[in-house]
């Protein structure tokens, strides 16, 4: 049976150093490439931003009565109004 080949130490370690260096280049590299390009915001229409601006204060308004469990629940529907729901989600989906 043929002896395994031995190694020093200073080529393991030389090894060692020369895979995390690539390891290191590497995760540099993917994480500068995989960054989204930031969305340009859309325009929100008048209306929507009108019922955003009551939703803020409603929530406000919870808040300084102690309230502030972050629920709140409107019934309010307008005949002919925008859809807002989609503006509505990209505005409070922060603070998730």
Known sequence: MPKP??????TWVAAWAVLCAAGIAATA????FSAPDPQPEKPV???CAEYIADIEAQLAKGKAEGNDDGVLAFTRTRVGADDCGDEIRDHFSGDR
């Open 45 to 47: 229409s008048a209306e």
């Open 29 to 32: 590299a993917l994480s500068a």
């Open 5 to 10: 080949l031995r190694m020093s130490r200073r």
